[in-house]
């Protein structure tokens, strides 16, 4: 490790040790795609220096230039004094192993979705979908993961918010899929009139209560796709009600409600629910069929 005009120069794996310690020192809240200090700073440091995520270990005995670690020192003091998450401050998050345009005008994408996509959705599906609608789509990550997953299909993705639309329309373009992707501004379901093989669906459903709660990081992202009134329970509960009617007669319904699923599981204790388990962590994610949607629609009130 040398000093250059004052400045300290030091190898890529000695500035991520460096910058580990600092972070978990900071009291800072990992929640944005990372669980821990090290790969935060792992994270943050090989997205602007643009290392591959694979890259030999070797590579990172490679001497930071002065004008990389200024580069680096001024993200990492916004991470560590204003707290805003990494994903935000170098305006791209990973989400099942694809790379998209981050910003605030959307959530930081890090559904537990993405493992489904990754496993093709199996066992649950029997059929690869065709059509494929993301509700409440944010930035499109998880639509726009679906239709490169499955190249065959046509995926809609649908939110309420013009800015969130935005953003996803420029990660279509990211990924090229401008012939079999599409943005939809609606309410919920009250423009849509196609029918799909596949919803999926991770909408607002965080109680006022717990908004009060969330750490500084949360505050940065958007409260519309965060906040969900009745508990929580409102913009979920809705869309179980009318998923039915957008769903062809095999189809079938995946929702994120995340820590709102036990008062789900309460309030409709007669559907049955599938939560589903996740190898990489994650929990609060439900499927149901088409069937039990319309068979068990009296209990979804």
């Excluded at 039915?244 to 629910?273: C, D, F, R, W, Y």
């Amino acid at each position: 490790m040398d000093e250059v005009n004052g400045l300290l120069l030091m190898t890529v794996n000695d500035y991520i040790d460096n910058v580990s310690a600092r972070f978990a020192t900071a009291e800072l809240h990992f929640g944005h795609g990372t669980g821990n200090a090290r790969d935060e700073a792992i994270y943050l440091i090989y997205s602007v220096l643009d290392i591959d995520f694979s890259i030999d270990s070797s590579a990172l005995q490679q001497e930071l230039s002065q004008a990389q670690f200024k580069s680096l020192e001024e993200l990492v003091l916004k991470r560590v004094t204003q707290k805003i998450p990494v994903a935000y401050l170098i305006e791209e998050a990973w989400f099942a192993g694809r790379r998209f345009i981050c910003d605030e005008r959307a959530l930081i994408p890090r559904s537990p979705i993405a493992e489904l996509i990754q496993k093709r959705f199996e066992p649950l599906l029997k059929e690869q979908p065709r059509r494929i609608l993301d509700m409440c789509c944010g930035g499109g990550c998880i639509g726009i993961a679906c239709a490169l997953e499955f190249p065959n299909s046509c995926v809609d993705l649908v939110d309420v918010s013009i800015d969130c639309l935005h953003l996803a329309e420029e990660n279509i373009s990211l990924h090229g899929l401008e012939d079999r992707v599409f943005t939809i501004h609606s309410n919920l379901f009250e423009k849509l009139s196609t029918t799909y093989d596949l919803i999926l669906s991770n909408p607002p459903y965080v109680s006022k209560q717990d908004i009060e709660f969330l750490p500084t990081e949360y505050r940065y992202e958007p409260i519309g796709g965060l906040l969900s009134e009745a508990e929580g329970l409102d913009i979920p509960l809705r869309i179980l009600r009318d998923a039915a009617a957008h769903l062809n007669k095999t189809g079938s319904l995946i929702m994120e409600v995340g820590v709102t699923s036990e008062k789900l599981s309460k309030q409709l204790k007669e559907v049955p629910l599938l939560w589903l388990a996740f190898d990489s962590g994650g929990e609060g994610i439900f499927a149901l069929r088409a069937d039990e949607l319309r068979a068990y629609s009296n209990g979804l009130n």
